[in-house]
């Protein structure tokens, strides 16, 4: 490619890094916690900032689309209707920050230490949103934007994405593209880059076992009424087995048998056990029997309990036999199996396991497919040849364990391959305290993604 534009990227970057960081700064100060209405206007005022900043960038038709939810900011670049279309996606709201006692920092005053900056939202998603807002203001600003550009960032993510559906459903024309570019997972190592060609689906239920009608008195009744916490934890304790598999009926019928050549690629992938457990600080890992920590995390589905209460948890002791006991309960989901169809088979198996003294209710919540991006596709190549021109070495394609629901709707509705280009690493702790995104991987991603344009548009071209 040619020295001359990437010149140009360069100076630029080099020019405007500075304020680059400090608006993603300001960014990270709005706490846009999309689960808490307490929040709610500050999720709002999030949309109305980006909407200002996505219009500086030079995009047009910048627009904040109120939905039955938050809105969906909206920018666009048309160069010429006969040259291909990126639609970068990525989303300005964030997971609660609690516990917050565990920050080092307060989670919405961002701070640079370690040439990492701390914040709720610093990587995801608001810096892997940002760079790419970033690239696309570097490709405008140095007239070199080789094709056209349309950006979508939503605000309900981290709760499901409720009202994108209907929204993408509705404006299929406004957002026709060629494919999907998405920065909003993690790469392996500086040295080793990854590009992400999977995502798991999700299965997400609460259930409520309840036995008396009452709260009762633990001696007088102890001993002879179902305790529904207890029958909870042994329901909840019969889901997996010996070998670590999940014991639902029907689990693992639609499971997809990843190659031999997959798999040896995985386990090709620099990936230190040792060092995974340091950070994490346990002395070992578990999980499901003939299965590798990666391929565990990736390519096989799971079943986990996110939360779990019922009966006294204040201060002291209550002798109580609780009348009810409650669990979130969550299941990853790899191709081929569907979420609708797993939240059917863990309420029949759920309902079935449970003993006649308790009742058991269980309510689904938001789901989403798996999702995965074939390596000989022009998408993909594009962005292995980006990565490649700027780590200098080839990237490897990788299945990551997270889920971006909408992933897989965007792909039918639009009909084009979705690129994961991350810049994250796992070791950034989202969803978790001190969540931080690196400098280096902030500026490295600004870097990036001005090639993913030039290659894709290239290979476009000479399809
Ligand atoms: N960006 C994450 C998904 C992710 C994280 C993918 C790391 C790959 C690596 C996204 O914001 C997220 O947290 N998704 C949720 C699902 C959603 C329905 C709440 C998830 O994966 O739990
Ligand atoms: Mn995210
Ligand atoms: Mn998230």
Same mark, same amino acid.
């Given at each position: 490619?040619?020295?001359?534009?990437?010149?140009?990227?360069?100076?630029?970057?080099?020019?405007?890094? =500075?304020?680059?960081?400090?608006?993603?700064?300001?960014?990270?100060?709005?706490?846009? @916690?999309?689960?808490?209405?307490?929040?709610?206007?500050? @999720?709002?005022?999030?949309?109305? =900032?980006?909407?200002?900043?996505?219009?500086?960038?030079?995009?047009?038709?910048?627009?904040?689309? =109120?939905?039955?939810?938050?809105?969906?900011?909206?920018?666009?670049?048309?160069?010429?209707?006969?040259?291909?279309?990126?639609?970068?996606?990525?989303?300005?709201?964030?997971?609660?920050?609690?516990?917050?006692?565990?920050?080092?920092? !307060?989670?919405?005053?961002?701070?640079?230490?370690?040439?990492?900056?701390?914040?709720?939202?610093?990587?995801?998603?608001?810096?892997?949103?940002?760079?790419?807002?970033?690239?696309?203001?570097?490709?405008?600003?140095?007239?070199?934007?080789?094709?056209?550009?349309?950006?979508?960032?939503?605000?309900?993510?981290?709760?499901?994405?409720?009202? *994108?559906?209907?929204?993408?459903?509705?404006?299929?024309?406004?957002?026709?593209?060629?494919?999907?570019?998405?920065?909003?997972?993690?790469? *392996?190592?500086?040295?080793?880059?990854?590009?992400?060609?999977?995502?798991?689906?999700?299965?997400?239920?609460?259930?409520?076992?309840?036995?008396?009608?009452? =709260?009762?008195? %633990?001696?007088?009744?102890?001993?002879?009424?179902?305790?529904?916490?207890?029958?909870?934890?042994?329901?909840?304790?019969?889901?997996?087995?010996?070998?670590?598999?999940?014991?639902?009926?029907?689990?693992?019928?639609? #499971?997809?048998?990843?190659?031999?050549?997959?798999?040896?690629?995985?386990? %090709?992938?620099?990936?230190?056990?040792?060092?995974?457990?340091?950070?994490?600080?346990?002395?070992?890992?578990?999980?499901?029997?003939?299965?590798?920590?990666?391929?565990?995390? %990736?390519?096989?589905?799971?079943?986990?309990?996110?939360?779990?209460?019922?009966?006294?948890?204040?201060?002291?002791?209550?002798? #109580?036999?609780?009348?009810?006991?409650?669990?979130?309960? %969550?299941?990853?989901?790899? !191709?081929?199996?569907?979420?609708?169809?797993?939240?059917?088979?863990?309420?029949?198996?759920?309902? *079935?396991?449970?003993?006649?003294?308790?009742?058991?209710?269980?309510?689904?919540?938001?789901?989403?497919?798996?999702?995965?991006?074939?390596?000989?596709?022009?998408?993909?190549?594009?962005?292995?040849?980006?990565?490649?021109?700027?780590?200098?070495?080839?990237?490897?394609?990788?299945?990551?364990?997270?889920?971006?629901?909408?992933?897989?709707?965007?792909?039918?509705?639009?009909?084009?391959?979705?690129?994961?280009?991350?810049?994250?690493?796992?070791?950034?702790?989202?969803?978790?305290?001190?969540?931080?995104?690196?400098?280096?991987?902030?500026?490295?991603?600004?870097?990036?993604?001005?090639?993913?344009?030039?290659?894709?548009?290239?290979?476009?071209?000479?399809?």
């Amino acid at each position: 490619m040619e020295n001359q534009q990437t010149n140009l990227w360069k100076a630029y970057l080099d020019k405007h890094k =500075d304020r680059m960081l400090e608006e993603l700064t300001d960014i990270l100060k709005i706490p846009s @916690v999309s689960a808490d209405p307490a929040y709610a206007n500050e @999720v709002f005022s999030m949309a109305k =900032d980006l909407e200002n900043r996505l219009t500086k960038v030079g995009l047009e038709k910048v627009c904040a689309y =109120d939905t039955a939810g938050f809105p969906m900011v909206y920018g666009q670049k048309i160069i010429d209707p006969n040259l291909p279309t990126i639609l970068v996606y990525g989303h300005y709201d964030v997971q609660p920050a609690d516990p917050l006692e565990l920050w080092t920092s !307060p989670p919405f005053e961002p701070v640079t230490r370690d040439e990492k900056i701390y914040a709720r939202g610093a990587c995801d998603d608001k810096g892997q949103m940002y760079l790419q807002v970033k690239a696309i203001e570097v490709l405008i600003q140095t007239e070199t934007l080789p094709c056209n550009v349309k950006v979508l960032i939503e605000g309900e993510e981290e709760v499901g994405s409720a009202n *994108l559906e209907d929204f993408v459903r509705a404006n299929t024309s406004l957002l026709s593209c060629d494919v999907i570019l998405i920065s909003d997972t993690a790469m *392996l190592s500086k040295e080793q880059p990854s590009i992400t060609t999977g995502l798991r689906g999700l299965s997400y239920v609460e259930v409520e076992v309840t036995g008396p009608n009452r =709260d009762l008195h %633990s001696g007088v009744y102890g001993g002879a009424v179902a305790n529904p916490i207890n029958v909870l934890s042994q329901m909840i304790a019969s889901l997996h087995d010996e070998e670590g598999r999940i014991t639902v009926d029907g689990f693992y019928d639609d #499971v997809e048998d990843v190659s031999a050549q997959e798999r040896d690629l995985m386990a %090709s992938a620099p990936f230190s056990l040792e060092d995974y457990k340091d950070h994490l600080e346990i002395q070992a890992v578990q999980g499901e029997k003939g299965f590798s920590t990666l391929e565990r995390t %990736s390519i096989r589905p799971t079943l986990d309990v996110n939360g779990i209460w019922g009966g006294y948890i204040g201060e002291g002791a209550k002798t #109580v036999l609780p009348s009810k006991a409650y669990a979130k309960i %969550s299941m990853r989901l790899v !191709p081929y199996q569907n979420s609708e169809k797993i939240t059917e088979l863990f309420t029949k198996h759920f309902q *079935l396991l449970a003993p006649n003294s308790v009742k058991v209710k269980v309510t689904p919540h938001h789901g989403g497919e798996p999702a995965v991006t074939p390596v000989n596709s022009i998408a993909y190549q594009a962005a292995s040849q980006a990565m490649e021109a700027t780590f200098g070495v080839t990237p490897i394609p990788l299945r990551s364990g997270g889920s971006i629901p909408i992933v897989s709707m965007f792909e039918e509705v639009l009909g084009a391959n979705t690129v994961l280009l991350g810049f994250g690493f796992d070791s950034d702790a989202i969803h978790s305290p001190n969540e931080h995104f690196g400098l280096w991987n902030f500026y490295k991603g600004i870097e990036t993604v001005p090639y993913f344009y030039h290659y894709f548009t290239q290979l476009k071209k000479q399809a």
